[in-house]
């Protein structure tokens, strides 16, 4: 007897269905090396034991993807991270509001009469303003951001809107070093909405004026006995934008001074034309230099003006060095 053997005909297999087939099946992969990448750029470390603690997993995941990512990958990583003033963990929203200075001003726009979104939004546009320069808020400057807007009217930088980004350095300033909103206005970071850089904008001395100026100031009280007073005053109206009569008054004793940075509590024109307000001025990089020149010259006294010259004194030997430099007097001579 004979066995016959019925051979069905196969149906075809769809093409979508083999490739679902194909794919790789179990458990998702704990970590990508995209991550591995971020946390390294996070936390600046190699290290296998810290980021499996950080990252809540095996030494031999993080040592596999180790190997998946050239060894030209992490020395830019570390070349960039050397060139920032941010810490690596303040390069994360999360870390960055940790930093004193940016509670501070949190704390300064809660106290202002504006809407939530608003005092939510500026902290978010600094980070990304000090994320792109690489800076530590504390270390802005007003001269810098300046530069800076006038090159962010020119192209375009993700996540960096002209005007927004502008609202957040007026405010940042204002509010926690409490400089004069005309004296921003005059630098370019003004409240407007449309690119106009304010009707003083313009109204400045270049970096080479203010070079020839001071060294013009310099050969004028060469031989006074307060010259590393005299020479500090220009340093001190340039950088913490303090009109010439509040500078006169500051007084010694009003400074705190930390490790990288002093602070000066002094009284100074306020939002009208008679008014007076108590102002915090930031004394950083050259100028902190030259203030320490100053009082090393005199002892380090602890108390005292800051500046002990007169008015006169000033107008006249101020004048006399634009002449000499061959700059046009301004409306301004010593706020300028």
């Given at each position: 007897?004979?066995?016959?053997?019925i051979l069905?005909?196969?149906?075809?297999?769809?093409?979508?269905k083999?490739?679902i087939?194909?794919?790789r099946?179990?458990?998702p992969?704990?970590l990508?090396t995209?991550?591995l990448?971020?946390?390294i750029?996070l936390?600046?470390t190699?290290?296998e034991?810290?980021l499996?603690?950080?990252l809540?997993?095996?030494?031999?995941?993080?040592?596999r993807k180790m190997?998946?990512?050239?060894?030209?990958t992490?020395v830019?990583?570390?070349?960039e991270?050397?060139q920032s003033?941010l810490k690596p963990?303040?390069?994360?929203?999360?870390?960055?509001?940790?930093?004193?200075?940016?509670?501070?001003?949190?704390?300064?726009l809660?106290?202002?009469q504006n809407?939530k979104?608003y005092n939510a939004?500026l902290?978010?546009?600094l980070?990304?303003l000090?994320?792109?320069?690489?800076?530590?808020?504390?270390?802005?400057?007003?001269?810098e951001?300046s530069?800076?807007?006038i090159?962010?009217?020119?192209k375009?930088?993700?996540?960096?809107n002209?005007y927004t980004v502008?609202?957040a350095?007026r405010?940042?300033f204002q509010?926690?070093y409490g400089?004069?909103?005309?004296?921003l206005?005059?630098?370019?970071?003004d409240?407007?909405l449309?690119y106009?850089?304010?009707k003083?904008?313009?109204?400045?001395?270049?970096e080479?004026q203010r070079?020839?100026?001071v060294?013009t100031l310099k050969?004028?009280?060469?031989k006074?006995s307060?010259?590393?007073?005299?020479?500090?005053?220009?340093?001190?109206l340039?950088?913490?934008?303090?009109r010439?009569?509040?500078s006169?008054?500051?007084r010694i004793?009003?400074?705190?001074?930390?490790?990288?940075?002093?602070?000066?509590?002094?009284?100074?024109?306020?939002?009208?034309?008679?008014?007076?307000?108590?102002w915090r001025?930031l004394?950083?990089?050259e100028l902190?230099e030259q203030?320490e020149k100053n009082l090393a010259l005199?002892g380090?006294?602890?108390g005292g003006?800051?500046?002990?010259?007169?008015?006169?004194?000033v107008?006249?030997?101020f004048f006399k060095?634009?002449?000499?430099?061959?700059?046009s007097?301004?409306k301004?001579p010593c706020h300028i």
């Open positions: 007897m004979k066995t016959i053997q069905k005909p196969q149906t075809q297999i769809p093409l979508e083999s490739i087939k194909e794919k099946m179990g458990r992969q704990t990508s995209e991550d990448i971020d946390s750029k936390y600046a190699t290290s034991t810290e499996s603690k950080t809540n997993v095996s030494r031999q995941t993080i040592y190997k998946q990512i050239p060894k030209e992490i830019t990583i570390f070349n991270l050397s003033d963990y303040q390069m994360s929203y999360e870390g960055f509001l940790t930093i004193q200075e940016v509670e501070q001003f949190k704390k300064a809660e106290r202002r809407s979104k939004r902290p978010r546009y980070w990304h000090c994320v792109y320069l690489k800076r530590h808020p504390r270390n802005l400057s007003i001269e951001c530069d800076f807007l090159s962010l009217r020119q375009k930088i993700p996540n960096l002209y502008k609202c350095m405010s940042w509010n926690v400089i004069n909103g005309d004296i206005t005059s630098k370019g970071i409240a407007s449309n106009d850089l304010g003083r904008a313009y109204d400045r001395l270049t080479k070079c020839a100026f060294k050969g004028i009280v060469e006074d307060l010259f590393d007073a005299w020479i500090s005053l220009p340093y001190f340039y950088y913490t934008a303090t010439i009569n509040a006169l008054k500051a004793e009003d400074i705190e001074k930390h490790e990288d940075y002093w602070i000066i509590t002094l009284v100074d024109k306020g939002r009208h034309k008679n008014g007076r307000k108590t001025k004394i950083i990089g902190k203030l005199r380090n006294p602890e003006f800051l500046f002990p010259i007169s008015y006169t004194q107008r006249d030997r060095a634009y002449e000499q430099a061959g700059i007097i301004p301004q």
